[in-house]
């Protein structure tokens, strides 16, 4: 069975690579020139026989008006920023001077000089970075989480074109909405001949079992996103619309996040427009969507998971909407309700905000092959028991056809025109269209009607003649099948580009929300820009950037006022409870916590090693110093030869092993490889925990990440390396003891950092002290350091290091939280506290070994525990220590079993050999 691939523009697919339309990118776009449209070209009209001769082809713009000659141009700043000959530039008009609405920004550029320009953004940088703000690009070499590629420079619009941008987008939405509305009910359009029956029929977003319903949806295009550019003259244009599950609008957040941090003072002397009500807009339209459970509904947003493209913006979005973020195996369908799966049993769900194709949403009814979607999701929303935005069907209008038929569906539906033009679309399946996109090919852009990827646009122009013999074959044997489109000059906007200004074609996808008066636009939105300035070709997966849009206001801009929302019909119940925590959020909480303990425990060994190193290295390793090295050796860190050469041969090689442990790519179990394992949960549930825990753990992770660290790495550069990470450690746990909610989600994490923390200290004691050595007082030592123990040691025994008081310490003291008993007494405490199963009088196996290990401990007595025989061996010790080897990971196990066994396959019906879930 293949897993379904996304439809973004990256041509490579992936078995890993869950389906999401909302990350398609516009990148259908030559360098050549449009086409001059000829008196004959404007005749050609999407007709149907029998319909009103109506001119339905994308309005062509005039020709173009004579420019003046260009005159010596104005110097905008001092960084000498020149745009290309022939396209709209956005900062200088047709004589070469600034623009009115660009004066504001580069006066304050200006002011400011590249220097301390480039000192700006290297902070915008580090906000960027810690932020952790990425996007998925499959098959990159330098690895699959690409940071996110954002400029300094923004994209300046003046409020007059902000106003025909917002209305010509609410009109948009408006206008789909109700085509979708007719297509995926009674379908009058058809029936007038006003839209062709292939282009609805024959498209495979037409879903079938989801037309017609008695509950369908008074509004189908809860959200949309237009693609936004400029021709030469100027002159707005829409070259395609976002119908299914639209993306950016995160990106477009925390951009402008950035630059409010880079530049406050330049965004407010500018006028800049805030989006901050987007969220608010987007929060209002998911509750004002729920038919049940209105005062106090629960929503969801499901992703795709951590492989897509856009992930990031899930998880941002769903923190800041204060929604729980799910995938599909966190859903199930019960007697037509949807219902979260949660460790405390069901929890309906009254709203969806999806973020994958429609079509692979349930398995049962729609894609058979989906490994992603919900059994019975169509019926639960057929029956009305739950909400979908977008509702699943509008991937219908998700293909660039429909623009062909805007200019008259806009007349019928609104009685108006398009207050912004799409660019000239031709759909072949008529047979006037059809000739003159033969006749021009050279000019024209071709591209599959009903395809649902956007990586397929060909460029005859490009061809040899035997390609564009083949093509025009092609497109002859089954003309409904294509669509062509003129080929557009984007306009041009400056970047910065190593301490200068440079030139690139951009594009902006603005984004609109439903509202109970029609759509709401933001105030911006999520400008893309090429990544050469040779190529027209806009696509984040292809090497383009981002920018962040500025929309001026006429004076400084108030937020909108808002109607009071409804009184709740009931008192809404005081609720302390955080129960919608689904078993996989369960379990990466859970390895967090491991992680988070394992590189404690090595970055400590590691550090007293090199400090050990670096202060007591003499002529001869010191007893302290071999007696961490040989606890590294047990334990299988280094290599248990480290100590046999002659002193004189082994200070390198020791100080080689200890520094390949911390940083060596090819060394399995190196520390990096930790601290990038806590990373990558991390990024699983950065939902779940506070913007500073995550901000610690990335910073944890940069520092880690330097390429050139293992080259350059001295024992000076890596001890404070060890100690940066035990201050980031250490926020993170403080970060978590005060801040984090005692939910089940804290519940799980801290087991998990339990767990950990009992195990390793077990180990560390079992390979020291089971066997009485000369070296004794040393061992006792290096374990309190590693316990983080000695000053408490110091401040209770004013005399020298002994077994007896180490080991209950260490090991029974519960009023010490760095000891083996307070880890056993805590993990009871929390198993006690977990989601009791009914019906169940017996303790669970987990409940079982953790009172077991917990009873050992306290029933111990130190005097046996340092008894030792005539070889020297503690044999008391040794079976209390093995039953407690044995029991941490059966315990562990337990839990899996009980609480975060989620992950089983799923079987599709149309599978023919089984397939791991992604």
């Known amino acids: ?57 994308s309005v062509p713009l005039p020709p173009s008006a004579p420019r003046p000659a260009a005159s010596p141009k104005t110097p905008v700043t001092p960084w000498d920023y020149s745009a290309p000959h022939g396209f709209f530039d956005e900062v200088h008009d047709a004589a070469g001077a600034p623009r009115p609405h660009w004066q504001p920004l580069l006066q304050a550029l200006d002011a400011l000089g590249p220097d301390d320009f480039a000192k700006r953004w290297e902070e915008g940088l580090r906000v960027l970075q810690s932020n952790g703000v990425t996007y998925n690009v499959y098959g990159d070499p330098n690895g699959m989480e690409r940071p996110w590629a954002l400029d300094p420079i923004p994209l300046m619009i003046s409020a007059a074109d902000w106003r025909t941008i917002e209305q010509a987008v609410q009109q948009r939405a408006t206008l789909l909405n109700l085509i979708l509305a007719d297509l995926l009910g009674p379908q009058t359009l058809i029936h007038e001949r006003l839209l062709p029956p292939e282009l609805v029929f024959a498209h495979s977003g037409f879903l079938r079992p989801c037309h017609g319903h008695a509950n369908a949806p008074s509004v189908y295009l809860n959200l949309y996103a237009a693609e936004v550019v400029r021709s030469p003259e100027g002159q707005w244009w829409i070259m395609g619309d976002r119908t299914q599950s639209p993306s950016g ?29 987007y969220v608010q807009d987007l929060r209002e339209m998911l509750v004002n969507l729920a038919r049940t459970n209105r005062d106090n509904p629960r ?36 007697d037509n309700v949807v219902y979260l799966k949660t460790l405390s049993g069901l929890l309906p769900v009254d709203v969806i905000l999806r973020r994958l194709d429609d079509s692979f949403c349930d398995p049962l009814e729609l894609r058979g092959d989906s490994t992603l979607g919900i059994p019975g999701l169509v019926q639960a929303i057929r029956s009305g028991q ?20 805007l200019p008259i569906l806009c007349r019928r539906l609104l ?65 409904h099948q294509w669509v062509a489109q ?39 939105g999520l400008t893309r820009f090429s990544a050469m300035p040779q190529t027209q070709e806009v696509s984040m997966q292809r090497g383009g950037g981002s920018k962040d849009t500025w929309v001026l206001g006429d004076a400084p801009v108030m937020p909108p006022m808002r109607p009071r929302r409804a009184a709740p019909t009931r008192p809404i119940d005081i609720n302390r409870s955080s129960f919608d925590l689904p078993s996989r959020v369960a379990d990466n909480l859970y390895w967090l916590g491991r992680y988070i303990e394992r590189v404690e425990s090595d970055v400590r060994i590691l550090r007293v090693a090199l400090n050990r190193f670096a202060e007591q290295w003499t002529d001869t390793p010191t007893s302290s110093l071999n007696v961490v090295l040989q606890m590294l050796m047990r334990l299988n860190i280094v290599p248990d030869d480290l100590l046999a050469r002659p002193h004189e041969d082994n200070r390198d090689r020791i100080q080689q092993e200890l520094l390949s442990v911390i940083l060596d790519p090819n060394r399995p179990g190196n520390l990096q490889d930790t601290v990038n394992r806590v990373f990558r949960i991390a990024w699983l ?44 450690l250490m926020a993170f746990s403080g970060l978590v003891a005060e801040s984090m909610t005692r939910s089940q989600g804290w519940r799980f994490l801290d087991i998990g950092r339990r767990i950990e923390w009992a195990m390793q200290k077990t180990e560390r004691l079992y390979v020291s002290l089971v066997d009485a050595t000369d070296q004794e007082l ?8 590693l316990g983080d123990s000695s000053m408490t040691y110091r401040a209770r025994y004013l005399t020298l290091l002994q077994t007896d008081l180490v080991l209950d310490l260490l090991l029974i003291d519960e009023a010490n939280p760095r000891s083996i008993g307070f880890q056993l007494a805590r993990l009871h405490e929390h198993i006690e506290n977990l989601p009791y199963r009914p019906g169940d009088a017996r303790r669970s196996p987990e409940s079982r070994l953790a009172l077991d290990s917990l009873t050992k401990i306290r029933l111990a007595d130190v005097d046996e525990l340092i008894w030792t025989d005539a070889s020297g061996h503690r044999p008391h010790l040794n079976r209390l220590l093995a039953r407690l080897r044995a029991n941490l990971p059966n315990l562990s196990d337990a839990l899996t079993a009980s609480y975060l066994s989620y992950a089983v396959p799923i079987r599709s019906l149309t599978a023919t050999s089984p397939e791991p879930v992604p």
């Open 1 to 57: 069975m293949a897993t379904p691939s996304s439809a973004a523009d990256s041509p490579t697919p992936s078995n890993d690579r869950p389906n999401s339309s909302e990350s398609r990118e516009s990148s259908e776009l030559a360098p050549a020139s449009p086409p001059t449209l000829s008196p004959e070209a404007a005749l050609q009209s999407q007709q149907l026989p029998g319909m009103a001769q109506e001119q339905q082809l």
């Open 249 to 277: 609008a995160g990106y477009a957040l925390e951009n402008r996040v950035v630059l409010s941090r880079m530049m406050p003072d330049v965004l407010h002397d500018c006028s800049v427009r805030g989006l901050g009500t």
């Open 299 to 334: 929503i969801v947003l499901w992703t795709p998971g951590p492989y897509n493209e856009t992930y990031f913006e899930h998880a941002y979005l769903a923190r800041h909407l204060g929604i729980t973020l799910v995938e599909g195996g966190d859903l199930t369908v019960r």
């Open 386 to 405: 739950v909400m979908v935005a977008n509702a699943l069907g509008t991937g219908l209008l998700d293909t660039p056809a429909i623009m062909a038929f």
């Open 415 to 479: 009685g108006e025109e398009l207050k912004i033009p799409s660019v000239a679309t031709w759909w072949c399946g008529h047979q006037q269209p059809l000739q003159y996109v033969l006749d021009h090919l050279d000019t024209l852009v071709i591209k599959p009607a009903f395809s649902n990827t956007r990586n397929q646009s060909l460029f005859p122009a490009r061809m040899s003649a035997a390609e564009k013999a083949a093509l025009r074959a092609k497109i002859q044997a089954h003309p």
């Open 486 to 524: 003129e080929t557009v000059k984007l306009a041009t906007s400056p970047i910065w580009e190593q301490s200068h200004f440079d030139a690139r074609h951009w594009m902006l996808r603005v984004h609109a929300v439903s509202n109970p008066n029609g759509y709401r636009v933001m105030a911006g």
């Open 685 to 728: 549930v950065r939902d779940r925990i506070s913007k500073d825990a995550w901000n610690v753990l990335n910073q944890l992770d940069q520092a880690f990440a330097q390429p050139e660290l293992l080259e350059s790495l001295e024992v000076s550069s890596a001890m404070e390396l060890l100690d940066q990470a035990i201050v980031n």
């Open 778 to 785: 040393d061992q006792l030592q290096l374990l309190l350091e």
